[in-house]
């Protein structure tokens, strides 16, 4: 009996060190719990915020374990909620698949990243260049060629109108205002770019070529990148289904847009479908996408570091969103209606894409990401703190029209640091704490706003290097005397209402003759400041910019009759035709024309 004992328990031991050798994995297990952990997290999270939700689907990837959560609707009137179906715009995300398409272009041999692009358009392609350095690839990809931005034509309302990339491109309202690799300003108009030049190319259209190299691959058949979702008449038809909503989940009438610069944020589909594209980046070898595991690797290596720093910033188009792990990077996106965004990590094997039915949405975009690959962790260094004084001032971003009445937008997003102690540092309502000298992180913000790099520039003095785009120092003449103009133009404006307003009831009460030109004047100042309201009202509507021509001319033929009955009042002044009153009304409806025609001149809000 004692033997037979012994027996059963040898055979015990022996199955105890082969499981130990072979079956038990402390890797697998540590890998099972962290997932355990945070699938725990991100349910409590969302459960938490579930009063802020239109409808959000999410994904998480912890090695091969996928989580995936789906809440609130996809229409909140009708009660539809959000299920496997629901398609959802990826905006900018849309992104993703220029620089995947870019690097299988350079794994082929058919494109060098450090080449001027130049050689890879046709020669009768027009687009804006104008400084001498030449334009590679890695600008496009960092942000960094010099292009400004533009407002008209971003999102239109949708039209039967078909154009291609190309007449996109060469009819965009765009300049080159900085000299390539000096700033980096966030462009849809440079990621276009990009992905024009995989079009010439690879020879096929942009559409076709991520249909076959990267949506047939995937098996993505629940995806469509068309800007009028003809290449998926299934997500065409589940789109209409779907509703945006802003953060007070109210519902955003008219909400389906087109993008003409389609490449840079069109593609919409379901989240399953994102899925695969997430595992795929996932992936040891990058199979299917790529031949040789060594591109996969490379697209993720960061290609720009923030200024005089080892924090990584961008890596070949996919920004780095500062977490506890230095290798994560993806790209965030927002629509009229829709947000989303979709990172990876593949040093720790893991990855994560949300997608929300709703405008400029952060707890949840953002706020995932931040949960699942945990703060950014600074690691402590020796050097003395410097003092913050030195970036004290009024700043704006990088990214923004700088021509074209557009430009106006940016005296609204300029933002005022100012020092706080000896060594941190507040811009607006935000706090900075001073890590090391020129590096600032603050704990009033989601990790993708966490850090902040300043240093000098030898062309544009001070920037603050943010996520998307570095903010340039303003000086505080030209903040005051451009807010100046538009103060002084709204004075004008309105002294030309209570004009109007008393010489209409002196002439109903007292049956007073009009002075014609004064009241004219005035007139025309009411109607061209309705004008431009119009036009804004339009801008914001997302008109296309053709719409807005024949209105920016008025403010054109504005001036030049302004020219007219002013030099006529002025000729009456020195002929001394005018009793002392008039005198007056004369001297102001001069000024107040002239103040309204420099700001028409000065924000370029004419055609």
């Known amino acids: 009996m004692r033997k037979y004992n012994n027996n059963i328990f040898m055979a015990f031991i022996c199955f105890l060190l082969l499981w130990m050798l072979f079956g038990y994995n402390p890797q697998i297990t540590s890998s099972a719990n962290e997932h355990a952990f945070l699938e725990n997290k991100l349910e409590n999270y969302i459960v938490k915020h579930e009063e802020n939700i239109a409808g959000l689907a999410t994904i998480m990837v912890v090695d091969d374990k996928i989580t995936y959560k789906m809440k609130g609707y996809s229409n909140i009137e009708k009660e539809v909620p959000v299920n496997e179906n629901t398609v959802f715009e990826w905006a900018s995300v849309s992104k993703v698949l220029i620089w995947i398409s870019v690097l299988q272009l350079v794994e082929a041999g058919k494109l060098d990243l450090e080449t001027n692009i130049e050689i890879y358009l046709p020669n009768d392609f027009h687009y804006p260049k104008n400084f001498e350095e030449p334009i590679t690839m890695y600008d496009l990809m960092h942000h960094s060629a010099g292009f400004d931005d533009s407002y008209t034509d971003l999102m239109i309302h949708q039209t039967t109108k078909k154009t291609s990339l190309r007449e996109v491109l060469e009819s965009a309202d765009i300049k080159q205002v900085f000299s390539p690799g000096d700033v980096v300003a966030y462009s849809n108009y440079g990621s276009g770019l990009a992905a024009y030049i995989v079009e010439e190319v690879s020879g096929i259209d942009y559409r076709e070529y ?73 992936a040891e070898d990058g199979a299917p996408l790529f031949k040789n595991n060594r591109t996969i690797t ?66 949840f975009t953002h706020g995932i990401p931040e949960l699942v690959f945990g703060k950014y962790e600074h690691v402590e260094s020796d050097l003395h703190l410097e003092n913050s004084s030195q970036w004290k001032g009024i700043y704006e971003p990088a990214r923004l029209p700088r021509h074209g009445f557009s430009k106006l937008y940016g005296l609204f997003l300029r933002s005022h640091t100012k020092q706080q102690g000896s060594d941190a540092i507040r811009i607006n309502d935000l706090y900075y704490s001073q890590l090391e000298p020129g590096i600032y992180k603050t704990d009033d913000d989601f990790s993708m706003y966490s850090v902040d790099v300043y240093s000098e520039n030898p062309q544009n003095k001070k920037i603050l290097s943010s996520t998307y785009s570095d903010l340039l120092y303003i000086p505080s003449y030209k ?7 538009i103060i002084l133009g709204l004075l004008a404006f309105m002294f030309s209402v209570i004009y109007v307003i008393v010489t209409l009831c002196k002439r109903i009460w007292s049956k007073k003759n009009l002075q014609i030109f004064h009241f004219t004047q005035h007139l025309l100042n009411i109607l061209m400041f309705t004008n431009v309201l119009w036009i804004v009202y339009k801008t ?30 002025i000729i009456k002044l020195k002929r001394n035709r005018l009793v002392n009153y008039n005198k007056r009304i004369s001297v102001m409806t001069i000024m107040s024309a002239g103040i309204l025609c420099i700001n028409i001149l000065y924000w370029e809000i004419y055609y």
């Open 479 to 485: 903040h005051f005397l451009e807010w100046a103009i």
């Open 298 to 363: 490379q697209l993720f290596e960061p290609t720009l570091f923030y200024p005089k720093t080892n924090i990584p910033r961008i890596a070949n188009g996919l920004f780095y969103l500062p977490s506890k792990s230095p290798g994560v990077f993806g790209h965030g996106g927002n629509s009229k209606a829709f947000s989303s965004s979709f990172y990876v990590d593949r040093i720790n094997r893991m990855g994560v894409l949300v997608l929300t039915n709703m405008k400029d949405e952060s707890t």
């Open 540 to 569: 914001l509507s997302m008109v296309s910019y053709s719409f807005l021509k024949p209105f920016l001319t008025l403010n054109l033929i504005y001036v030049v009759i302004v020219l007219v009955i002013s030099g006529f009042l």
């Open 210 to 282: 991520v249909r076959k190299n990267i949506f047939e691959p995937l098996h993505m058949t629940k995806t469509a990148i068309d800007p009028h979702q003809d290449d998926n008449k299934w997500v065409k038809e589940q789109r209409k289904k779907v509703h945006g909503y802003s953060n007070a989940l109210r519902l955003i009438q008219s909400n389906n847009f087109s993008i003409p610069m389609f490449p840079a944020g069109s593609v919409m589909g379901t989240a399953g479908d994102m899925q695969k594209l997430l595992q795929a980046l996932l």
